[in-house]
């Protein structure tokens, strides 16, 4: 249910960003950029279809504690259940993401949608795929007490909504509404990079937790906001996205003689290296005005990708809406076929030339599957009119893609 109201909230969500996207122009702000915003889009689609498997462990975790260590049970039709658990859930969540900024285990999930070094509406949507391997660890109070899963799962999902529309800078300060919720302007503070805006503003409907625990900090009228990471992805590869964090530490617990080091390493703040490697190379240091991750892009290239995501944004909710009534080996075949898209997308759009292999072994993969199985990813047979349309794409796709590499390599850009 949950994937199922994301998938139709997202024409919305798309709505919106457009509509930001607008006003912007018209106010000659430049918010968006393509490959940051596509980038921002294909890990959100990316935590969707990934996320089809994953929550079914956190879910099912929560299920688990409910059943048997639950000490009541609360019910689902009293509306002071609804308004107790989601304002447990808001202050439970609170936790979690001020957790997510101090530890490196939970940064490595966290620290995707902080990346992006534009905010707008699809920074919203740029979303972890590892969040949920321990983030339901900070639920679990609320199966002790008791709280339904179909309650749990709902207001886990208001949180979560209600968190979109404060991705923006088109909205300023709102007076006591700023004292009391979550707003645009309480969040562009968190997604600061400046010394002084560093880790606070960490709730999610709610902001009294923050002036509550001592995280709250008003937005400066007289300071630019710098948005991102103090150590920049610069990739638009959104499996590398997913990983670079845990990686850096994995290396450094491995490389480290210290066994304590190797273990703690991963509780402690992001950036924190044992002193053996500290000794051996100093921590790159933190520039401000360093200079947005932007590289050059054509106007082929870049349509084609845009083409690209629409077409696997399509696929990507088709099987959001059918992965449970199809084996599982197909929905995993399903899922590698989007992920390695998205991957393409990414490639295309910051090393262009290198990807046009594997994208072509993408569609090809499509292609193939179309004239020998004549069914999309066995979830419903295509008919004949609707097998030639899927061949047009596919070849129309690969003759752009060749003709855009075949040419020269810089075509113009679009503007940014």
């Not at 968006?32 to 294909?42: E, F, H, M």
């Not at 207001?155 to 991705?167: E, N």
């Not at 703690?264 to 190379?281: T, Y």
Request: charged share 15%.
């Amino acid at each position: 249910m949950h994937e199922k109201i994301i998938t139709f909230a997202s024409p919305v969500f798309f709505i919106l960003i457009a509509l930001e996207f607008i006003v912007a122009r018209k106010r000659q702000r430049h918010l968006y950029r393509i490959n940051d915003s596509l980038n921002s889009l294909s890990l959100g689609v990316m935590s969707q279809i990934i996320g089809a498997f994953s929550k079914l462990f956190s879910i099912g975790m929560y299920a688990l504690v409910l059943k048997h260590l639950s000490l009541f049970s609360l019910p689902s039709d009293s509306v002071w259940t609804w308004v107790a658990a989601l304002l447990l859930y808001d202050f439970l969540y609170y936790w979690l993401h001020r957790m997510g900024h101090q530890t490196n285990l939970l940064w490595a999930a966290h620290v995707v949608h902080h990346q992006s070094e534009q905010y707008n509406l699809s920074t919203a949507l740029r979303q972890t795929s590892t969040g949920p391997l321990f983030g339901w660890i900070f639920y679990l109070p609320m199966a002790v007490i008791g709280f339904p899963l179909d309650v749990f799962v709902a207001v886990a999902l208001i949180d979560l909504l209600y968190q979109f529309w404060v991705h923006t800078e088109q909205i300023g300060k709102l007076g006591w509404f700023d004292r009391v919720f979550v707003s645009p302007s309480n969040h562009r503070v968190h997604h600061a990079v400046n010394d002084m805006y560093l880790d606070k503003n960490f709730g999610g409907i709610l902001i009294i937790w923050d002036r509550l625990f001592g995280t709250f900090i008003e937005e400066r009228d007289h300071v630019d906001i710098v948005y991102g990471t103090r150590k920049p992805l610069r990739s638009w590869n959104p499996l590398w996205a997913n990983l670079e964090v845990y990686e850096q530490v994995w290396l450094d617990a491995w490389r480290t003689r210290n066994w304590l080091d190797k273990l703690q390493i991963w509780l402690r703040p992001p950036g924190w290296r044992p002193a053996d490697l500290l000794a051996l190379s100093a921590p790159v240091a933190f520039d401000i005005n360093r200079t947005i991750y932007n590289p050059s892009m054509s106007k082929a290239t870049a349509w084609y990708c845009i083409v690209q995501f629409i077409l696997l944004l399509e696929a990507a909710t088709h099987f959001l809406l059918v992965y449970k009534n199809i084996s599982a080996l197909n929905a995993t075949i399903y899922v590698s076929w989007l992920v390695m898209g998205l991957w393409c997308i990414g490639g295309l759009m910051e090393r262009g030339r290198i990807y046009l292999l594997p994208e072509t072994v993408r569609i090809l993969c499509i292609l193939l599957m179309n004239l020998f199985t004549a069914s999309w990813f066995y979830s419903f047979a295509l008919s004949t009119p609707e097998q030639a349309l899927l061949s047009a794409v596919c070849l129309i796709s690969l003759g752009w893609l060749w003709l855009i590499f075949s040419r020269q390599k810089t075509h113009g850009h679009l503007p940014h």
